[in-house]
C-alpha cells in the first residue's frame, strides 16, 4: 500500500491546520507560515524566521477593505519584544487578481490560537478596531454615505437626474465598502478556542 493511500483524511487536515500560504502584495512573494509545537515559523523567499509563541502579548483579529480585492480578514500577533506578524485571508495573483483562501485561513488561524493559548496564557484577545478608531471609522463612514445621498437628492430637485443616479451609485458602492468594515471591526474581546465565526470562518 503507497503512503499516499494510507493517510486519512484526519491527517491531511492536520497538515492543512498547521501550514498557510499566501502572497500579501500584488507585487511580491509568497510567505509560508508554519507551525512547529510552539513556534510559528516564517520563510520569505527562501529564508526562514522561527517566532516563539510564548513571546507573543496580544492577537487581534480584523477586517479590512480592499480597493482591487475582496475584503481581507486579517490576523495579526504582537511580540513582547515589540515585533509583530500578519497574515490575511487574500492572496494575490497580480494588482487585479486577489484569490480569497478563507477556509485555509480559517483552518491555519484556529489552531494558532489554540496553540497561543497553551504557550503563552497572558496574552490579551481582541477583536475588531480599538474602540476610538472604530468611532471614527463609523463616525466618517456615516458621514460620507449621508452627504452622498443629500447631495443626491439635492440635484434630483433640480432636475439633474443623470447626476444624481451617479451620485447614488457611489453612495451604494460605498456602503458595500463601508458597512461590512464598521460591522465587523466593532470592538471587543474574544476567547482563543471560541474566535468570531466572521473574523475567523471555520474550514
Request: charged content about 25%; aromatic content about 10%; cysteine-free.
Amino acid at each position: 500500500m503507497s503512503r499516499d493511500a494510507e493517510t486519512s483524511p484526519a491527517d491531511a487536515s492536520a497538515r492543512e491546520a498547521f501550514l498557510y500560504t499566501q502572497n500579501p502584495r500584488p507585487v511580491g512573494f509568497p510567505v509560508s507560515f508554519r507551525l512547529k509545537g510552539r513556534a510559528i515559523e516564517v520563510e520569505r523567499m527562501g529564508r526562514a524566521d522561527r517566532m516563539p509563541l510564548e513571546r507573543v502579548a496580544a492577537v487581534r483579529l480584523s477586517y479590512e477593505a480592499r480597493s482591487f480585492a475582496p475584503g481581507a480578514l486579517k490576523t495579526k500577533l504582537v511580540f513582547d519584544d515589540g515585533r509583530s506578524l500578519v497574515l490575511t485571508s487574500v492572496s494575490f495573483r497580480s494588482m487585479f487578481d486577489a484569490r480569497p483562501q478563507a477556509a485555509e485561513y480559517g483552518r491555519f488561524v484556529r489552531e494558532l490560537l489554540r496553540r497561543v493559548a497553551r504557550a503563552a496564557p497572558g496574552a490579551r484577545y481582541e477583536a475588531g478596531r480599538p474602540f476610538p478608531v472604530w468611532v471614527l471609522l463609523a463616525v466618517i463612514s456615516a458621514a460620507i454615505i449621508g452627504a452622498l445621498a443629500y447631495f443626491a437628492w439635492q440635484v434630483w430637485l433640480v432636475g439633474e437626474t443623470a447626476i444624481a443616479i451617479a451620485a447614488a451609485a457611489i453612495g451604494l458602492i460605498g456602503i458595500w465598502q463601508l458597512e461590512p468594515l464598521v460591522r465587523h471591526n466593532k470592538p471587543r474581546p474574544f476567547a482563543p478556542d471560541d474566535p468570531p465565526e466572521t473574523l475567523v470562518p471555520r474550514g
